[in-house]
């Protein structure tokens, strides 16, 4: 097929063929499993039958009771009821109310922390060493400083970033030397890939989310030994023995129950496998980069084939399907959306915004340098994962990144022979998308606000304002209009993003109520990732663009850069009588639009595929349109009292 390479088996798993049958039955048309557990007739038997089986499953995973298990919707509602339901007892029944944690943990358990914080809990956050394994002294020492406060300690098994698996064995041993408080682990990315037997890790709540191993999402469980009291999240009828309210998905549940099944049977095969992947995959890359072209983060990888996965007691430095490399001087979005057709990764936890990237905060815990820190990816391998798809896709990483990397300069020329494979896609050169990647106004005001006001008379429109552009008057009946507008593209062809960029950056004149008179294009370009075709094609569209609306393009400016962004400074004219400002409506005003509310959703959408081609064609029309004819119909009208682009 033409799909990329799958790597990003931590963010979610394809559904096993096991699984996949096991669902099927429930949406067959004559199937008779559709009635409520709960039910005490036939067909409330015959699900509660599939419950209970699957329950057992996940029991036999986990090497618990099955009393012990509870389902839920998945890995954040066992967090959330862990946590909140164990720290929210402790508090009511025995005044206790620290909690101990980690700086690495999962959103799903640092956001549950900080809302316990409002409500007067004290929680302990753990550092971690530059391997990303917490540190085990810190908690012993919260632990001792807080005798007899301490309510829970939640640390995740393995970290969903690194795969850095955490000494949750040693942790209990502290923790059981600490009378009446409780540990919890989140073991979402470790199930199905090492050992979980609650026995040995001796945690007192573990959480399982099924889609992290070749199950169905929206659903999970949460391992609740006996003894243990937590205050109920979610209240209604007394399903899962009164412990969580809701009729059960008994379809997903059985698709858990299964996945759990598969997972007991196939450990050892399945975890040889994905680490044999995970290291061709390492040993590519190093071989093509050198140790100094690229880092790996968390615990250097051992190449010990021996190791015994259905052994409880063997401890693990790191699952054996990830790998978190961070690659000098390249951003981890600019990458991964270099490779985009080629490989699926994921830059950190894919629980984050998509569009917007910051540094991990598990490779900030790490200490992990910023130059390096910023093009970290994460890689993870499957059971499905084949030689071949880790040979292609160290091949086509390898190759981004030794375009998107600075170079020496050089007097030669860009290769104009570089070849493209398939068709250009502009939008897949950059990490942003248009002007979503400016500045947020907040921060840039900040600044603006501490250089020195001008003073000069003649200037009508500065930068007090948050208007289009700036005016300055040259005599008594003409102002100049100035701006300057670039942006990275918000389509793939080229000569399509030329003309948008055109005719946004002659917007901001035709805002103030001017005419675009001149113009000088600003090109940022990478040379060493596109043929020089590609920004003739660009400039051709902006060229157009101009000529349609009577602008003559002077000169420019050209930079040559990892990302490609194109835009115009545009010089026009404003009678000083006949200015328009975004500041000035009034009640009873009407709001005229130019242009339809939605074009920023469609053009999110064509970058990342999902867009209709008639959708994409009607978006381009729309961008590319001139705001000269609605300016020409306005102007001279007496109607417009604010105006902005």
């Not at 550092?127 to 917490?134: F, I, L, M, T, Y």
Request: aromatic content about 6%; glycine content about 8%.
């Amino acid at each position: 097929t033409d799909s990329p390479v799958y790597l990003d088996y931590n963010a979610t798993t394809p559904l096993a063929r096991e699984v996949c049958r096991t669902m099927a039955e429930f949406l067959e048309q004559d199937s008779q499993l559709f009635g409520n557990p709960s039910s005490s007739h036939y067909f409330g038997t015959r699900t509660k039958l599939v419950v209970e089986k699957a329950r057992k499953q996940v029991a036999q995973l986990l090497g618990c009771y099955e009393d012990e298990v509870i389902f839920t919707s998945g890995g954040s509602e066992s967090n959330n009821y862990a946590i909140k339901g164990a720290a929210l007892y402790m508090k009511q029944h025995h005044k206790r109310n620290v909690i101990i944690t980690a700086s690495i943990e999962h959103p799903a358990v640092i956001e549950t922390c900080r809302f316990l914080e409002k409500d007067g809990f004290r929680v302990i956050y753990a550092p971690c060493d530059a391997e990303g394994v917490v540190d085990v002294q810190h908690i012993k020492e919260a632990l001792e400083f807080h005798s007899g406060q301490v309510a829970l300690v939640t640390i995740m098994h393995a970290n969903n970033e690194t795969g850095v698996v955490q000494p949750i064995h040693d942790i209990a041993t502290l923790v059981k030397s600490h009378p009446g408080v409780l540990l919890h682990t989140d073991a979402s990315q470790s199930l199905g890939k090492i050992p979980t037997t609650v026995s040995h890790l001796g945690v007192d709540l573990l959480t399982v989310c099924a889609h992290k191993f070749y199950g169905p999402k929206g659903v999970g469980a949460l391992y609740m030994r006996r003894g243990v009291e937590l205050v109920k999240q979610i209240h209604g009828a007394s399903h899962e023995r009164d412990l969580r309210a809701g009729t059960e998905n008994i379809m997903l549940v059985a698709g858990l129950g299964t996945a759990c099944e598969v997972a007991t049977k196939g450990l050892q095969d399945f975890a040889s496998h994905m680490r044999e992947m995970r290291d061709r995959l390492y040993d590519g890359l190093l071989v093509a980069l050198g140790d100094g072209g690229v880092k790996l983060n968390g615990p250097l990888l051992t190449k010990d084939g021996s190791l015994d996965y259905r052994d409880p007691t063997h401890s693990y430095s790191r699952l054996p399907n990830t790998l978190n490399v961070c690659f000098a001087n390249v951003q981890a979005n600019t990458l991964l959306s270099a490779v985009s057709s080629k490989v699926a990764a994921s830059a950190g936890a894919a629980c984050h915004s998509a569009e917007h990237i910051e540094v991990s905060h598990v490779l900030r815990g790490m200490g992990v340098p910023l130059h390096w820190a910023q093009g970290a990816i994460r890689l993870s391998t499957g059971r499905e994962t084949t030689k071949q798809e880790v040979d292609d896709a160290v091949s086509s990483i390898v190759e981004a990144i030794r375009q998107l990397q600075p170079k020496q300069t050089s007097d030669t020329l860009p290769d104009e022979d570089i070849q493209l494979n398939g068709p250009v896609r502009l939008t897949a050169t950059t990490q942003g998308l248009g002007c979503g990647c400016k500045l947020r106004p907040q921060l840039l005001d900040a600044i603006l606000k501490d250089l020195p006001p001008q003073t000069d008379p003649r200037v009508l429109v500065g930068t007090e304002t948050s208007d289009d552009a700036g005016i300055f008057q040259i005599s008594s009946d003409v102002c100049l209009v100035q701006t300057l507008d670039f942006f990275t593209p918000v389509v793939d062809d080229p000569y399509e993003f030329g003309a948008i960029a055109a005719a946004n950056a002659l917007s901001d004149v035709y805002a103030m109520g001017g005419e675009p008179l001149t113009g000088l294009n600003i090109v940022c370009f990478p040379s060493g990732r596109l043929p020089m075709s590609v920004l003739r094609d660009v400039l051709r569209g902006a060229h157009d663009k101009a000529n349609e609306a009577k602008v003559s393009i002077l000169g420019g400016h050209s930079i040559d850069d990892n990302e490609m962004k194109f835009g115009m400074s545009i010089t026009g004219s404003v009678s000083p009588a006949s200015i328009w400002r975004n500041s000035g409506a009034q009640p009873g005003d009407v709001l005229l639009l130019t242009k339809p509310i939605g074009v920023g959703v469609a053009t999110t959408a064509m970058k990342r595929g999902v867009a209709s081609p008639a959708l994409c064609r009607a978006a381009v029309s729309c961008m590319s349109l001139l705001n000269k004819y609605a300016a020409d119909a306005l102007r001279g009208t007496g109607l417009i009292h604010a105006c902005t682009d």
